[in-house]
């Protein structure tokens, strides 16, 4: 950032009344399993928070000293979790300006908290008694920062008010989040995290399995399901798996026509799927949280997928997950497309699956940064063309398709996910038989991300798919006439425009799917074209601040 010197004391202070300022208690939802989230609530900007050791931190550097001093915020990106604070003890300081060290912060960026994985996600500085909102060049050197680093959603401003000029110390929320391409300042609710241990204690219903998977990377995992219905099974199976967390998205309600096509009960007819099958998970695993949005995708911001995937909930007694994975199993096409924009915009694997007609195959699609080079859309270019310039309707429900189509679904996903997760994970220990094993699985098909399965031998008459006909070669796979289920791992090429094609709309086919982290302006609509709805600024992997 260039140096330019602003006074402060010009501004005109804005007064607040102290108690509305004062940090809210995070909810200790110990022993709640169940949590109900209200999209309304999830579309709000999301609360600042504070873990405890950070807050005393604060308290006693900052909070301690005469206005103005401050220093650098650290976390996971996106969790809207402060974890790390760094006192800048040599900035350029006087009572009513404060100017950071940037060389200072900029060696602690990269010898420090770039290597641990620790991002930078603001500043806290402290101003003069009465003045509690960020300055202009305060917005400025943020704008500036978020310009730089396109997968930053926001940067937190918080202002502290210090013992010696006030009395007490308090701290006013603020961030800078993006808006119609350039950003904004917000008022946020400052929470505090119950100074609690996260240390892992397997549970006793585990101890079986514990050769199985990483319970530990497990525990810190979160799956969130777009569209609960058909997934049900998928779901019991990883909270068997000890996953830790699940946030449920469905607007739907159990229905009779269910029993026969999905995992579920007479005993849920009636009921909300996300509570439904919420209770399972919590009967399977004692030590489960689940967030429950009974809400359809579209009315849901960006915003607020990136706080159920990434970011810290209500009642979570982590800061935010270990690894998470986006889960696309609702029936809608848009749906699932803007799901699979989100995993690439928000740097989160994304897994999708579909049943096809009368249950005589099914379809597995994943993606994910560092993982695959194609993304979804690469894999699944000939149906979004059917979709997009040839007016293709889905019509294709559940009406003639045996149980055990969705239960094969199921099964498929299970792999994935787990290689995924044990992959992907902040926490996993790389020497746990587990972890070798899953991580060697992924690596062995991460490439192959588009998984087609024939349940029917007939299926390239009966669906016309003529790949599975007898003899027919993709890549490796080469369909046997004594095969009864016949598992077609395909490697889809990135469409990278070289051939006289399109660029892909959603990756732009580069071959590494970071380059998309934070490039949506919004995944709502679809584009149609490469770069649109993208920011316009190229990336700049590194920001020297």
Known sequence: MKRTRHSKSARRPIFRAPERRLPQPAADATGQQILPLDPW??????????????????????????????????GTRGSGVIEEF?????????????????????????????????????????????????????????????????????????????????????????ASVRKSGGTELVDLDVHVLPDVPCQFAPNLAFQRVNGAYDLHAMA?????????????????????????????????????????????????????????????????????????????????????VRRLAVGWLPGSIYPCPAASVLCAFTDSFDAQARVHRLGLHLGVPVVGGIVYAEGRGVEVTFAASGATRACIRCAQSSRYAAYLDHGYKNDVGSAGAPIWATSRLNALKLPIV???????????????????????????FQDRNLVLASLDPDIHETLGLRQFAVGQSEGEDVVSGSDPETVLWRTPTPDDGEDGGDRCPDCGGTGDLSNSMGRFTSTVPMPRSFGEHRYSEPVKKHVNT
């Open 418 to 444: 787990l290689g995924l997760l044990h992959t992907q994970s902040r926490v996993a220990d790389a020497e746990h038989p587990a972890t070798r094993r899953y991580r060697r699985l992924l690596s062995s």
């Open 220 to 304: 810190r995992a979160r799956i969130v399901a777009v569209g609960c219905g058909g997934s049900a099974a998928f779901l019991e199976d990883m909270a068997r798996a000890g996953t830790g967390e699940f946030v449920l998205v469905d607007d739907d309600i159990v229905e009779m026509p269910n029993l026969a096509t999905q995992q579920t009960y007479l005993s849920a007819i009636g009921s909300p799927k996300v509570e439904a099958i919420a209770k399972r998970l919590a009967d399977i695993n004692p030590d489960v949280r689940v967030w429950t949005v009974q809400a359809n995708l579209e009315a849901l911001s960006d915003a607020a």
């Open 86 to 174: 760094y006192p800048d003890e040599t900035s350029d300081r006087t009572a009513v300006t404060y100017y950071p060290d940037f060389q200072a912060v900029n060696t602690l960026l990269r010898d420090t908290w770039n290597p641990a994985g620790v991002n930078l996600l603001g500043f806290a500085h402290s101003h003069p008694r009465g003045s509690l909102r960020p300055s202009r060049p305060d917005l400025e050197y943020s704008a500036r920062i978020m310009q730089g680093i396109p997968e930053l959603d926001q940067f937190a401003l918080p202002i502290l008010q210090t013992v010696p000029d006030t009395g007490r110390f308090s701290v006013c929320g603020y």
């Open 41 to 74: 609530q999830l579309n709000k900007p999301a609360p600042l928070v504070f873990t405890a050791p950070v807050w005393r931190s604060l308290e006693s550097t900052i909070g301690a000293a005469s206005a103005e001093t401050g220093g650098p915020l650290g």
